[in-house]
């Protein structure tokens, strides 16, 4: 008996030593040969709704001599399904100043991968000296004015169903969000919010 208690314990301190280990992992961005690889988990809202269980996705990010050239790769998607990707303040709502960057489709078995040409680095920021006219692309939706703000520094990335229905055949929630090209997105998919919000893994890249 007192062998099996100690055969057990053994097994449960290195399950918890693997689960500590896995959540390092998911945390931590390596950075190797000036470049940089992280982890993305699915959003909240998949969390929330129990849909996108083997969503996952691995980022690179690569210097080049003017600006960084950022890969993902991500699995277990619904097939054949649509996202929008963007670079954002905070990973979660109400995910702050946000950039949309590329789009993103998966293909049979669930895969997608974007390769992006940008700014993702320690120094990826927006910035309004001012209040001036914006164009109003949208009509209703879209703003006409913006707000003066100082740097804000975006550090986090996340993906979003390009549209509610797609992120209902999934499983997920219904609702519609602006983060696509006409405002009328899905929900969160993906995001690094495996990261505190003011230190996304964009940040762990010097310029």
């Known amino acids: 008996m007192k062998l099996r208690i100690k055969i057990i314990g053994v097994l449960a301190a290195a399950t918890a030593a693997g ?4 959540s390092i992992v998911t945390t931590t961005a390596v950075a190797g040969g000036n470049g940089l690889t992280f982890t993305m988990v699915r959003s909240a809202a998949a969390e929330g709704a129990n849909c996108l269980r083997d969503a996952r996705a691995t ?5 080049q001599r003017f600006n960084e050239v950022m890969t993902i790769r991500a699995y277990g998607l619904p097939p054949r399904t649509n996202f929008d990707l963007f670079i954002l303040q905070v990973p979660n709502a109400p995910f702050g100043v946000s950039w949309y960057q590329s789009d993103l489709r998966s293909d049979s078995r669930g895969r997608a991968t974007v390769r992006v040409i940008g700014r993702f680095n320690i120094e ?3 910035v309004a000296p001012g ?3 914006a164009p109003d692309t949208h009509p209703t939706i879209d703003a ?3 707000p003066a703000f100082a740097p804000i520094h975006t550090y986090h990335v996340g993906f979003w169903f390009n549209t509610p229905a797609e992120a209902t055949a999934a499983g997920c929630p219904g609702a519609t969000t602006p983060f696509n090209g006409d405002h ?6 993906m995001s690094t919010r495996n990261f505190p919000d003011l230190a996304g893994p964009l940040s762990q890249l010097g310029s």
């Not at 689960?19 to 896995?22: D, H, K, N």
């Not at 980022?59 to 210097?63: G, K, S």
């Open 184 to 189: 009328t997105a899905g929900v969160q998919a």
């Open 59 to 63: 980022v690179r990010v690569y210097p």
């Open 144 to 146: 006409t004015s913006n």
């Open 131 to 133: 209040s001036t006219h």
């Open 19 to 22: 689960a500590l280990v896995a």
């Open 124 to 126: 990826t920021f927006a």
